[in-house]
């Protein structure tokens, strides 16, 4: 099943035609990718989505060990910040390497199925120092690297390698989501 939905991602990505204009800013300096860092972890929205899938964890008690109370919400959300922290340092610092700008930058006189092209395309892709998208590297080592680092901190019901590998997976389908959001939400 997921194997099916990774190549149903790959055709899109192949017969997407994205040649947008785009409103790429310069590249990013060092101040720019610890402003990314600190706002994708600490930001609103990120507060929020980490509390709400505390929430939804919580309800649907997973991982059991947590249990359905207070303490177990806590432990919930703080297990999804630190997840997600790891995530994004190790994305900031991979990309930084090869000079892979992990923001994502809406698509501008397209149509609907551009756009959605382009969501799916920048899944998988980054800007480079010059501005040309190159496959994201940086995102390659750390969804994966960092799913696979949690089973060392994640409860033992929760921390084998086929959860690590399910993690992986909605690490890019969340990456993705996040990029639906930027390209769709209105202009503010």
Do not use: C
Not at 57 to 63: C, D, E, G, K, V
Not at 69 to 93: C, L, P, Q, S
Request: hydrophobic share 40%; charged share 20%; aromatic share 10%.
């Amino acid at each position: 099943m997921l194997t099916r939905s990774f190549i149903l991602i790959l055709i899109s990505i192949a017969l997407a035609t994205v040649a947008l204009a785009q409103n790429y800013v310069a590249p990013m300096t060092g101040s720019d990718r610890v402003h990314w860092l600190v706002h994708q972890n600490l930001g609103p929205a990120a507060l929020a989505e980490d509390v709400l899938i505390g929430a939804e964890s919580t309800l649907s008690n997973s991982p059991k060990e947590y249990d359905t109370h207070w303490d177990g919400f806590a432990k919930r959300v703080g297990i999804t910040t630190a997840n997600y922290g790891v995530k994004t340092t190790m994305e900031a610092a991979f990309g930084g390497i090869w000079g892979e700008d992990p923001r994502y930058i809406r698509t501008e006189g397209s149509g609907m199925s551009g756009r959605f092209g382009h969501v799916i395309k920048m899944t998988f892709f980054a800007r480079n120092r010059a501005g040309h998208e190159v496959p994201a590297y940086g995102r390659y080592l750390a969804i994966p690297g960092s799913n696979f680092l949690a089973n060392t901190w994640m409860p033992d019901t929760e921390s084998n390698l086929s959860d690590a590998a399910l993690r992986t997976a909605l690490g890019f389908l969340s990456r993705m989501g996040e990029n639906a959001y930027k390209e769709f939400r209105p202009r503010h």
